[in-house]
Nanobody
Framework: VQLQASGGGLVQAGGSLGLSCAKSGGIPFDYYAMGWFRQAPGREREFVAALRWSGDTTTYTDSVKGRFTISRASDGNTGYLQMNNLKPEDSAVYYC?????????????????WGPGTQVTVSS
């Protein structure tokens, strides 16, 4: 399983970005839980959002609730993290991760497959 995150970039505070997590081959994305994590310079990697494999449960860290939305495409290959009303403190490298029939947990160990990160920079 290979993942590729994309969609990062530079945006002004209050702007929006949409991150994509593309999965190559194998079992469709629909059978995987997805998590997004981020790591800012000098800080530990932290949980951002998760989607249970069944698609019926989403979880967000408090600081992004109401601003970020995690979802999956119907094509079976792509997951998303829509980020609105971005703040400078959202600046980080963002990582997507998936787990077959996973519960969509907040921990690193909840996911087996990780993609390389994509940089998000929010200017004030």
């Amino acid at each position: 399983v290979q993942l590729q995150a994309s969609g990062g970039g530079l945006v002004q505070a209050g702007g929006s970005l949409g991150l994509s997590c593309a999965k190559s081959g194998g079992i469709p994305f629909d059978y995987y839980a997805m998590g997004w994590f981020r790591q800012a310079p000098g800080r530990e990697r932290e949980f951002v959002a998760a989607l249970r494999w069944s698609g019926d449960t989403t979880t967000y860290t408090d600081s992004v609730k109401g601003r970020f939305t995690i979802s999956r495409a119907s094509d079976g290959n792509t997951g998303y993290l829509q980020m609105n009303n971005l703040k400078p403190e959202d600046s980080a490298v963002y990582y997507c991760a998936i787990e077959y029939r996973g519960r969509g947990g907040r921990g690193f160990a909840d996911y087996t497959y990780w993609g390389p990160g994509t940089q998000v920079t929010v200017s004030s």
